[in-house]
């Protein structure tokens, strides 16, 4: 009790510090004697990650998901949960391997080298800063329920007063971040504990008191699957159900900052993720069988009506008011409450995550050194959280919905998970001496499968969105070269820009052609042809003019990516989910084809895998000092 009251007066006085002293620690600091703190815990990592999983997720996912497939939304969670099994095992090896902070930005790194691991942590990045706006914008439409003037009804989009105030929460939490880890670590334990108290409570009221189980068995018209078992698949993404289980790496993300992150990351990540599924679960058989159809205002069954009925803005608030129960429209308010409070705790642990990311980019040398400097008082990475919190800042103004922002956000996020197989893989065959403090069962099984349900989650997403990752990803590809790792590659400044400058205007006006349909003519096949044959040239002779000009082994490593890019670009558009009315690769024949080009992409990568130079200094030295 004594250490909590400690921990409250050092963030009071820390708060005080903040705008008094921070340009004296920060000009003043020396880098090389300022290390980040270690304070976590296992307790401390399960709670990261499971606060990560339970933010706007079970606000918002359990009725998008039944109005995309009804009853068998159920499956969509199962389903989903298993696929992020086969990536945790993975992860936590690599989270024991290199117990970084920031460290998804940095795996493929030690296997692949910089090009290969920038590109993954371009996109990576991208996602997570990007969770940041999604958890704003999820408390401010919930806060409408009451303060209306927050968001608008008829655009769906904030209001200035509602971006406003959503700026300033993420301007709260960047503080708490900025001041320290260790209160943080204070403050998400709190957070965390409301988490587990709010949905656990939503479960067991909505069950016993207003409850219909022929609705969660499908015994209502169109049935258990309404919309068809394809629906199972291809609504992972877009109802917000693969969001809500992305948070379990925050673990990861903090590795750097605990007192046995070797033992403790792996652990903690597992079993927060293990929890996550069964309440997910719970909470999707608590909704479908509370709805009040005719207080909605929908006819029974018709799920997708109730998905964008007026219950869409706060769907457990609307469905507990709307039994007419006292007990839960009580429960009906608390959720309001809660809807400003998990999204928070997500937000908190987000808008350090991002920073982190930047943080990890600065360490291997990808952007300039300076976003790694540590705050001498507060011991955190702060030039990166302030670029972090710039950036997501940003980003709520472009994107109108919750569902939007998140489903993007979401997609960038899992085209980094593509990492985590290969690079186990590949550091199997190439550092068979490295020690693992977690070593998973059948790696040889989990590892291909990784990759295999990441590339498969990304697909779900549908041609709108794997063009939206894959055009992200091109696009950054410029900024790694007018860093400092021009210099490896033997470009000299002026090269550098030259090439960024005609990359950037080629790129983008193929991609702004695409938009603007001007391949349109060619007709639907042709006009594809034409744009996705044109952005494969662009990636593939950028890697075979830097190959010619310094025959890096990074550049070889990373051919993989527009490789898996083209393949992955190429069955998106003419498969089940792509805009052809008829698809040239009808539904299931297109998820197998995915999958087995995927298979063939991750060998291919691995092959491509070698002993870097960083991991040579891993093997010989030990994991440096963060």
């Known amino acids: 009790m004594l250490s909590e009251y400690n921990d409250i007066f050092i963030f009071i006085k820390g708060i ?42 079970w606000l918002f996912a359990a009725l998008g998901a039944s109005g995309a497939m009804g009853p068998a939304s159920l499956l969509s969670w199962v389903i989903a949960g298993i696929f992020f099994i086969f990536m945790i095992f993975p992860f936590a090896e690599l989270g024991g391997l290199f117990p970084f902070s920031g460290s998804l930005a940095r795996y493929n790194h030690y296997s692949h080298g910089t090009i290969s691991n920038y590109l993954l942590a371009w996109a990576y990045t991208l996602g997570a800063i990007t969770t940041v706006s999604v958890e704003a914008v999820a408390i401010i439409e919930y806060a409408s329920y009451y303060v209306p003037q927050f968001w608008n009804s008829t655009l769906g989009v904030l209001t200035p007063l509602g971006l406003v105030v959503a700026a300033a929460l993420i301007l709260l939490f960047f503080a708490i971040q900025l001041i320290g880890v260790n209160i943080f670590g204070w403050f998400n334990r709190v957070v965390t504990a409301w988490k587990i108290l709010i949905p656990g409570l939503t479960i067991i009221l909505l069950i016993a008191l207003y409850f219909h189980p022929n609705y969660v068995i499908g015994k209502l018209p169109g049935g258990f699957a309404p919309y068809g078992y394809s629906a199972v698949f291809a609504g992972m993404i877009t109802t917000g159900i693969v969001w809500a289980y992305e948070g379990f790496r925050q673990g990861l993300e903090y590795a750097g900052e605990g007192k046995n992150p070797q033992r403790d990351v792996p652990l903690g990540s597992i079993l927060a993720l293990i929890a996550a599924i069964i309440l997910y679960i719970l909470l999707e058989v608590a909704f479908i069988g509370a709805v009040n159809w005719q207080a909605a205002g929908v006819k029974i069954g018709d799920w997708q009506a109730l998905a964008s009925s007026s219950w869409q803005a706060h769907p457990f608030a609307s469905e507990a008011m709307a039994t007419g129960i006292p007990i839960l429209m009580g429960l009906a308010v608390l959720l309001l409450i809660d809807a400003a409070v998990s999204p928070a705790g997500t937000l908190a642990v987000y808008v350090g995550t991002s920073g982190r990311n930047v943080y990890g980019m600065s360490r291997v040398g990808y952007i300039p050194e300076f976003f790694s400097r540590i705050h001498r008082k507060f011991q955190t990475p702060w030039v990166a959280l302030t670029v972090a919190t710039v950036i997501g800042i940003a980003f709520m103004a472009p994107f109108p919905t919750w569902y939007a922002i998140m489903s993007y956000s979401t997609v960038m ?62 696009l950054g590809f410029p900024l790694l070269l007018l860093g ?82 083209v393949l992955l670009g190429i069955v998106s558009y003419i498969g089940s989910l792509g805009p052809l009315s008829t698809p040239l690769i009808p539904y299931p024949w297109d998820y197998v084809v995915a999958a087995i080009l995927s298979l063939i992409v991750y060998f291919i990568a691995i092959n491509l895998a070698y002993e870097t130079k960083d991991l040579r200094q891993v093997r010989e030295k030990g994991l440096p000092i963060e």
């Open 413 to 474: 996020t899992v085209y980094g998970y593509l990492q985590v197989g290969i690079t186990n893989h590949a550091l199997r065959k190439i550092a068979p001496d490295l020690r693992r403090p977690f070593n998973p069962p059948a790696w040889y099984i989990f590892y291909p499968l990784s990759f295999i349900v990441a590339s498969l989650l990304i697909y779900w997403s549908g041609w709108s969105y794997v063009n939206a990752i894959i055009a992200g990803v091109v």
């Open 484 to 565: 400092p790792y021009r210099s490896e590659i033997k470009l000299t400044r002026a090269a550098s820009v030259v090439f960024a400058v005609v990359y950037w205007t080629v790129s983008s006006l193929l991609i702004a052609g695409w938009y603007l349909n001007w391949f349109a003519s060619l007709g639907m096949i042709g006009s594809f042809v034409a744009y996705w044959t044109l952005i494969t040239l662009v990636q593939v002779i950028s890697l075979l003019y830097l190959w010619f000009r310094s025959k890096h082994p990074d550049i070889r490593a990373a051919f993989w990516v527009p490789i898996y890019n």
């Open 16 to 57: 005080k510090l903040l705008f008094s002293r921070v340009n004296r620690d920060i000009m003043g600091s020396s880098q090389s004697q300022v290390r980040l703190r270690r304070a976590l815990t296992m307790t401390d990592y399960f709670m990261l990650s499971f606060t990560g999983m339970v933010g706007s997720g």
